[in-house]
């Protein structure tokens, strides 16, 4: 195992405009709106960007979403 770590995925909806949203920026590098596809694509191409167990579990996301 070369990295050893701890991951919680949190899922919601919500119909706000993004400067609506309060970032704690010690703890979130950026915020923006993506569409599920481009998301689904740049998972597919860089999955090296994400957590380990994203590429895996995206499929179920889609689920809630």
């Known amino acids: 195992i070369s990295h050893k770590y701890f991951c919680q995925y949190f899922i919601t ?4 405009p993004i400067d609506k949203f309060t970032i704690q920026k010690d703890e979130v590098e950026q915020v923006r709106w993506i569409s ?3 998301l689904s694509t740049w998972i597919k191409e860089n999955p090296d960007q994400f957590v380990k167990s994203l590429p895996s579990t995206f499929e179920d996301f889609l689920e809630y979403i």
């Open 13 to 16: 909806k919500i119909d706000l």
């Open 36 to 38: 599920i596809n481009e």
